[in-house]
């Protein structure tokens, strides 16, 4: 596609509650990052694949955090048990080459909110 | 944890002016880059300068890196209300092969007064 696209926009989970928030990045780019931005704040690295391969998961919070990439398009974030500090905007960019020296493109984010 | 501090936190000023906002981070860098995010929404990618670079320009934006001093400046010259935004710093640490994820500042919120 044109861009990075992530679904849903917006989510509202209740405390406890399991989500799963999608990245679809841009056709062909190798690297896959995801973040975690708080209000207010700048956004914090949380995981990277390059194609498949999840390479850096040092970002992740907690073991309730989870990222999977199974054919190198496609990513998905998974959160179990949400408790309320997870609520953020999460942010998936992607970058066509290993080194991500011509930047990453961001998509819009999801907006999370435990209640 | 993040990076880099932008300063200033806030800046408000005239459609016309010139904006300049700054970055200090606390590592060694491989490159430096400058986002733009709007409210609600993702960042966009404005300027990158590599860690051997001084300056750079594209269109209004200056970008300078004095790696020293480790500190960075983003100069949008001749602000529109469009403008407005938040912009962030992030460095990236590795070089060579292997992607590196971005450590971002806290941001400047730039606001432009029509």
């Known amino acids: 596609g044109a861009g990075v696209s992530q679904s849903p926009r917006y989510k509202v989970a209740k405390r406890g509650q399991d989500v799963a928030l999608r990245c679809d990045p841009i056709?062909?780019?190798?690297?896959l990052f995801w973040y975690q931005q708080a209000l207010g704040q700048g956004p914090e690295f949380l995981t990277y694949f390059q194609n498949e391969a999840q390479l850096d998961k040092s970002g992740l919070p907690s073991d309730r955090f989870f990222a999977e990439r199974p054919e190198g398009s496609v990513s998905t974030l998974k959160i179990q048990r949400t408790q309320q500090e997870d609520s953020a905007v999460y942010l998936c960019?992607?970058?066509?080459?290993?080194?991500?020296?011509?930047?990453?493109?961001f998509g819009s984010g999801t907006r999370l909110t435990v209640v | 944890s993040q990076q880099g501090e932008e300063d200033p936190q806030a800046l408000s000023i005239q459609e016309g002016e010139n904006a300049t906002m700054n970055c200090s981070y606390k590592t060694s860098i491989n490159n430096l880059q400058w986002y733009r995010q709007n409210s609600g929404r993702g960042l966009v990618h404005l300027i990158l300068?590599?860690?051997?670079?001084r300056e750079k320009h594209s269109g209004r934006l200056r970008v300078t890196l004095d790696t020293s001093k480790k500190s960075s400046s983003l100069l949008i010259t001749a602000s529109r209300a469009a403008d407005t935004a938040s912009y962030f710093c992030?460095?990236?640490?590795?070089?060579?092969?292997?992607?590196?994820?971005?450590?971002f500042g806290k941001g400047t919120h730039l606001i432009i007064q029509p």
């Open positions: 056709s062909g780019h190798v690297s």
């Open positions: 992030a460095t990236t640490q590795r070089s060579g092969g292997g992607a590196d994820g971005l450590t």
């Open positions: 960019a992607s970058s066509l080459t290993p080194d991500g020296l011509i930047g990453y493109t």
């Open positions: 300068i590599r860690s051997n670079e």
